[in-house]
């Protein structure tokens, strides 16, 4: 391998690990990981998206090269109305669990021979036990992976073909790429898992955070479907 091509996977890698950071990408995690409590679970879901997500700019990056095809814009901006779409309802989702947690009870007192009652807002446990299953659940961010580099995958196919010296190159190019973008969701995943594992069955913190991540979600997708730039 030569020096300029060891560099321009230098540079993949490094691209691949920023591009894990994008706001759409991020919002996603959020709100799929919103119900996780461990780091290490939240962390396999994030290596998930990443295996999707690969997976995704690999076939389109094959099949464009095999048949000298060509990725549409319109192609592009359908896959990213989806992606859009899937954001406000992940993050509808978490508002529905999160305010389904709130609830209002009315407690009767007794002082002396008299007696009165308080109407107090609870906040439902959220720490029910439960058993989570890795790989039963790995569906849902294999399948947000697949979206998200389906919809990201025309620019980065022209780049690649544009400035690759041959197809193998390209092809181990967009590999690499994916492997940063998987070992940057990876170590995202782990950092959004941290706040929800240390709220564990917070009443007063896991709800509200909650409603922050599913709040955020739909505004970030409302903004994609209105064709706003990301944040």
Same mark, same amino acid.
């Given at each position: 391998?030569? *020096?300029?091509? @060891? /560099?321009? #996977? ?6 691949? &690990? $920023?591009? =894990?950071?994008? +706001? ?56 990213? *109305?989806?992606? @859009? /779409?899937? #954001? ?6 978490? &508002? $529905?669990? =999160?305010?389904? +947690? ?59 073909? @544009? ?69």
């Amino acid at each position: 391998m030569d *020096t300029s091509l @060891a /560099a321009a #996977l230098g540079v993949g890698f490094l691209l691949g &690990l $920023r591009h =894990a950071l994008d +706001a759409d990408h991020i919002a996603a995690m959020s709100a799929l990981l919103s119900r996780k409590r461990g780091v290490l679970d939240s962390c396999l879901r994030g290596t998930f998206w990443g295996i999707g997500h690969t997976s995704a700019l690999l076939a389109a990056g094959a099949v464009v090269m095999a048949f000298k095809l060509q990725i549409s814009p319109e192609f592009e901006r359908g896959v990213e *109305t989806v992606v @859009a /779409a899937v #954001l406000v309802l992940l993050g509808a989702d978490v &508002l $529905r669990r =999160a305010f389904g +947690a709130v609830t209002l009870h009315r407690h009767p007192h007794v002082h002396g021979e008299g007696g009165h009652s308080h109407v107090h807002v609870h906040l439902g446990d959220v720490a029910t036990h439960r058993h989570v299953h890795s790989l039963r659940e790995a569906p849902p961010p294999l399948l947000l992976g697949l979206l998200h580099g389906l919809a990201g995958s025309g620019a980065l196919v022209v780049l690649v073909m @544009a400035t690759m010296p041959s197809p193998g190159a390209a092809l181990l190019y967009i590999l690499v790429f994916g492997i940063g973008s998987t070992v940057g969701m990876l170590a995202l995943s782990g950092l959004i898992g941290l706040p929800f594992a240390l709220a564990g069955g917070s009443r007063a913190v896991g709800p509200p955070l909650q409603a922050l991540v599913g709040a955020a979600s739909i505004v970030i997708g409302v903004l994609m479907l209105l064709g706003a730039p990301k944040p």
